[in-house]
């Protein structure tokens, strides 16, 4: 049987627009840390570790 990321795939894109929504690089009180804990955590009950590492995932084309 193959695997595949597509579920991966999909959570990494979600989590990526919703920081794109919050998160503001100048200000220090809408930083990473306050978009996981305010928006992030609450709704996908990952850690701030796990979170970053979506951050930094690069989504194919193709599951776009």
Not at 35 to 51: E, L, T
Request: proline fraction near 5%; include cysteine.
């Amino acid at each position: 049987m193959a695997y595949n990321k597509k579920g991966y795939y999909k959570r990494a894109k979600a989590l990526q627009e919703l920081t794109a929504q919050h998160y503001e690089p100048e200000r220090h009180d809408r930083c990473y840390k306050w978009v996981w804990r305010k928006y992030v955590y609450p709704q996908f009950g990952i850690c701030y570790h796990s979170y970053l590492r979506y951050l930094h995932t690069v989504v194919p084309a193709e599951s776009r």
